[in-house]
């Protein structure tokens, strides 16, 4: 079984540009993740997406936004880059919905550089 | 709200030495607590699991036993190897969100290095 793919696995981008990162999930996962992840703030939940829609969303700002479709893949915006948007972004699939007995697996991240 | 906090090393091990990195919680609730492990270059590795008090995880040799009295999740390993040098993070499930959503709330991470 595949899993977690993310694509590009690197990109760099200057600042004021937009990016689109993506995520296809393990097959039948319906819940995807992501998390920014810098040297100082560490693993940072960004926002989860079930059935299409948004059910959580972290403390980031409204330049990071993303969507999912119908067939569970995922993809994340950033607009207006900035020098602090530099990170390693990570997706995770998980198979079932809440309930604490989750078990999110992780693609290998993006990595991307804001010049 | 919930958090997790680790010691953040580095650590540096001879191969065959005793490996523990101390992780505790803050949590309201019963959250499932996990290990990570983060090669370089690479994502995150689920490395072991445990869903409620006094369950223990365990995988390739490491062990880790959710401890609810003094909300800990130590992971230990008896005898590292080289091929154990990567980053390790301690995370919990928040299950605080709102319409069944959960997410993953990490330690710092802990830097382990083994030396032949």
């Known amino acids: 079984k595949a899993g977690v793919t993310q694509t590009p696995r690197y990109l760099i981008k200057t600042r004021g540009q937009q990016v689109t990162l993506s995520c296809s999930p393990i097959?039948?996962?319906?819940?995807v993740s992501w998390y920014q992840q810098t040297p100082g703030q560490g693993l940072q939940f960004l926002f989860e997406?079930?059935?299409?829609?948004?059910?959580n969303k972290g403390n980031f700002p409204g330049r990071f936004s993303g969507r999912q479709f119908s067939n569970s893949r995922s993809e994340m915006n950033v607009s207006t880059l900035e020098l602090g948007d530099s990170a390693l972004y990570l997706c995770?699939?998980?198979?079932?919905?809440?309930?604490?007995?989750?078990?999110?697996?992780f693609g290998a991240g993006t990595r991307l550089s804001v010049l | 709200g919930n958090s997790v906090t680790q010691m953040e090393g580095p650590v540096t091990l001879s191969e065959e030495a005793f490996l523990t990195i101390n992780c505790t919680y803050t949590?309201?609730?019963?959250?499932?607590l996990f290990w990570y492990v983060q090669y370089p270059g690479e994502g995150l590795q689920l490395l072991l699991k445990?869903?409620?008090?006094?369950d223990k995880g365990s995988n390739k040799g490491f062990e880790a036993t959710y401890r609810k009295e003094t909300t800990s999740f130590h992971l230990e390993k008896g005898s590292v190897q080289v091929s154990d040098s990567a980053v390790y993070f301690c995370?919990?499930?928040?299950?605080?969100?709102?319409?069944?959503?959960?997410?993953?709330?990490f330690g710092k991470g802990t830097k382990l290095t083994v030396n032949p």
């Open positions: 995770a699939s998980s198979l079932l919905a809440g309930m604490g007995k989750n078990i999110q697996y």
């Open positions: 097959s039948g996962h319906r819940s």
């Open positions: 997406y079930f059935s299409e829609t948004q059910r």
């Open positions: 949590a309201t609730g019963y959250p499932s």
């Open positions: 445990a869903t409620k008090a006094d």
């Open positions: 995370a919990l499930s928040d299950l605080e969100a709102q319409g069944g959503s959960e997410k993953l709330v």
